[in-house]
């Protein structure tokens, strides 16, 4: 047996795996690590990468650098261009990031669901009763990103982004596991909800969610970086139009984007619970009656 199927094997004892990455002091190691990560030496830089690829399924044959400067500059790594073209198709809503697709469906009176039998309110996630009035009864989908994936995320349409909130909270790991055993997980992390308005005016958020060793999420149209240092103002009002595609931002590791969309989006046929999508691809359809 190898090293790395012996990891493996142990990651797949869901008690263990647990312990490791829930039962530890989570805000310390994610602080460390948002330092760590930043140190630009050789040595530590090559070390934790060879780590890093010990522990996962890191592939860097899509990087639009050869090298990097430290873990961090891995981690934020810009993809060759050309690679996760968007869909041209109008009636496409793309999906933001690469991913793992989760819990997904219709959002029941402001309820949706982080695993089949494990529901929490839209109200707990968004924080705003007018944002959940726009969802109530729309549809929701989860996207996981693992550690070892590309971390930028992207403009699933033409919009407006008119305010981003931070919500302040935890950083529980958000893998299959804890999502069985954490009550209500989405709504104790720490996440920013990005509101944003389709040319028709409709609603569409995205809330990307942090979790343990996440440092920072950022966005390019803020100035600000969003974790736990953060000290200033909770909502940002924004007035920013982005084209289908366009790189929005980054987290500092792997985490969690749910997508809220109104009730008449269709899922498209690749949208199936633990496939793989990239950003770029389908994820859902706007009936051509909406698009005018």
């Known amino acids: 047996m190898t090293i790395r199927s012996l990891i493996s094997a142990l990651s797949q004892q869901e008690d263990l795996n647990f312990l490791l990455t829930n039962r530890v002091p989570r805000a310390a190691l994610t602080r460390f690590m948002g330092w760590f990560s930043k140190i630009e030496h050789p040595l530590i830089r090559d070390l934790s990468i060879a780590c890093w690829r010990l522990f ?28 996760r073209p968007p869909d041209p198709d109008k009636s496409i809503v793309l999906s933001p ?6 819990a997904f469906g219709t959002i029941r009176d402001g309820e949706l669901y982080q695993i089949k039998g494990a529901p929490y309110s839209l109200l707990d996630l968004v924080g705003d009763p007018t944002l959940v009035g726009a969802h ?10 693992t550690s070892s994936m590309y971390h930028r995320f992207h403009a699933p349409h033409d919009c407006r982004i008119v305010q981003v909130d931070f919500i302040g909270g935890d950083t529980w790991n958000v893998n299959p596991i804890a999502l069985k055993r954490i009550e209500k997980l989405f709504c104790k992390n720490e996440r920013a909800v990005i509101r944003c308005r389709l040319e028709t005016g409709e609603a569409l958020t995205l809330v990307p969610v942090a979790a343990i060793l ?7 149209f803020l100035d600000t970086v969003l974790n736990a240092r953060h000290r200033g ?51 859902m359809r706007i009936p051509s009656a909406r698009l005018g």
């Open 214 to 220: 996440v440092a920072s999420i950022r966005l390019h």
């Open 97 to 102: 990031s690469d991913g793992i697709i989760g």
């Open 233 to 283: 103002p909770s909502a940002f009002p924004c007035d920013a139009s982005v084209r289908k595609g366009d790189e929005l931002g980054w987290f500092e590791h792997g985490s969690t984007i749910i997508v809220l969309a109104p009730d008449h989006f269709e899922f498209c046929d690749n949208v199936v619970e633990s496939a793989r999508i990239k950003a770029g691809q389908p994820l």
């Open 56 to 83: 996962s399924d890191l592939d860097l044959s899509e990087a639009r650098n050869t090298s990097f400067k430290s873990l961090h500059d891995c981690f934020t790594r810009e993809l060759r261009p050309g690679l």
């Open 136 to 145: 109530r009864n729309g549809r929701f989908i989860t996207l996981r990103l």
